[in-house]
């Protein structure tokens, strides 16, 4: 599509935002309102699968965790999703600058993405593609106003992995949409056979192996088709010991794993529902403060503390309330995700997560 494109009379195309494994997505403009709006339209080949019903499915969800569908228009043979424009980066781009995601955070994100999903599987629909890359995080580093995105083609999505099962193993797909998903798909999506339809539990297993590699930097399962044989041999990664090496992030990384173990139950109907999830949460104990990024500019005590620049006042940090493998350094000018509290006579960091 090109730029100045304007589609059924009101959404003239910005520009391109994406191509997923089969939808590309451009950002478009509503002439009619004046707001910016993400306009998907299937890939070639997949103009036959039932994108209208997934466009009229999604439009049910409303939840400020999920992307709203907006409108669905067929117009000189194509299909166009009109979805509500997230500005920002996917999960999966933003949690590369962090390497692992201490408790705080990850409980927070785990929090925001339980509800969306639990939204949805209200409204009767099931995402089956959860992933960091259908997720949309704001600017900065803040992770706290997250959308799901792509509730829009979840039927379409049924069919791809339902027409890639006819063989009885769905693993054995090139589709670049199913090899995405691997590492985050349940098992009875894996190895569904024809005429199964996997219900909402598949989400709730998406849901752990995504928060298992947002909290470890490590996919559980590995990816591709290794995914698929660890998932079928349950030959799991094991949590890091870094987790719960410091004493101050125990108890809540502790919590979390329990949670994500549920999540993560070979058997669907072990696993917690996303209201359960919702509940879960709610009642952990959690730091749900502002989260700002800054450099380490001065480590003091042999290096067992030091201060973090933000433009302003410096923050005080101790080593102790850094968390995962990577260390702050000033010799590297390290860069440092964190939340501040008052203090006298420099405000105190915590907690403390080295970033790129």
Known sequence: MRVDQVISSRYRIKGTIGSGGMQDVYLAEDQLLGVDVALKTPQPGQQNKRFSQSAIIAAKVNHHNVAKTLDYIEEDGRLYLIEEYVPGETLDSKLARFGAVDPHLSARVFHHLSKGVAASHHAGVVHR????????????????????????????TAEVFADAAKDGDLTRSTSGTIRGALPFMAPEMMFRAPGDHPGPEADIWSLGAMMFKIMTVIYPFGVYLQAAVNVQTRNRAPWPAFMTSNAQYQPLALELQSIVEACLSYAPDDRPTADDLV??????????????EGEINNLIQNGYSGFIDEGGAPVFFSMESVYGERRPSVRTNSRVCYSKFPGSPRHRGHPIVVID
């Open 129 to 156: 593609d959860l992933k960091p890359s259908n997720v949309i995080a704001e600017p900065g580093v803040n992770l706290h106003h997250l959308k799901i995105t792509d509730f829009g083609i979840a039927t379409l």
């Open 279 to 292: 509940q879960q949460i709610s009642g952990v104990c959690y730091i749900n403060v502002h989260r700002s």
